[in-house]
Nanobody, 125 residues
Framework: QVQLVESGGGSVQSGGSLRLSCAASGDAISTYDMAWFRQTPGKEREGVAGCDRFGNTYYPDSMKGRFTISRDNADNRLLLQMNSLSPDDTGMYYC???????????????????WGQGTQVTVSS
């Protein structure tokens, strides 16, 4: 099992940047497929970036060129660099881990076994 704790959220103006971090304990994240999700009230949890155990990444179109997911296996940490933020990026951001290998790099939220508690990102215009 793996325990996940996110940090790095905060308030930023439109066009700004934030770097989220997800510290893992227990198992090594090198054996998990990882992802970042976000959620706003009344909406389903949305995947914003995925990184499989081989280092392959995937981003939905709206995040391409702005978000970068990376993993530091030595530090057992998952990162998300977010640039050119807009108010639409506001939400609670979660780190997720899936122990099973699947063909999709970023999958539906219900496919992930482990979740952190989330870190809030607020972007003002």
């Amino acid at each position: 099992q793996v325990q996940l704790v996110e940090s790095g959220g905060g308030s930023v103006q439109s066009g700004g940047s934030l770097r989220l971090s997800c510290a893992a304990s227990g198992d090594a994240i090198s054996t998990y497929d990882m992802a970042w999700f976000r959620q706003t009230p009344g909406k389903e949890r949305e995947g914003v970036a995925g990184c499989d155990r081989f280092g392959n990444t995937y981003y939905p179109d709206s995040m391409k060129g702005r978000f970068t997911i990376s993993r530091d296996n030595a530090d057992n940490r998952l990162l998300l660099q977010m640039n050119s933020l807009s108010p639409d990026d506001t939400g609670m951001y979660y780190c997720a881990a899936d122990s099973r290998f699947r063909s999709a790099i970023l999958r539906a939220h219900y496919d992930y076994d482990y979740w952190g508690q989330g870190t809030q990102v607020t972007v003002s215009s």
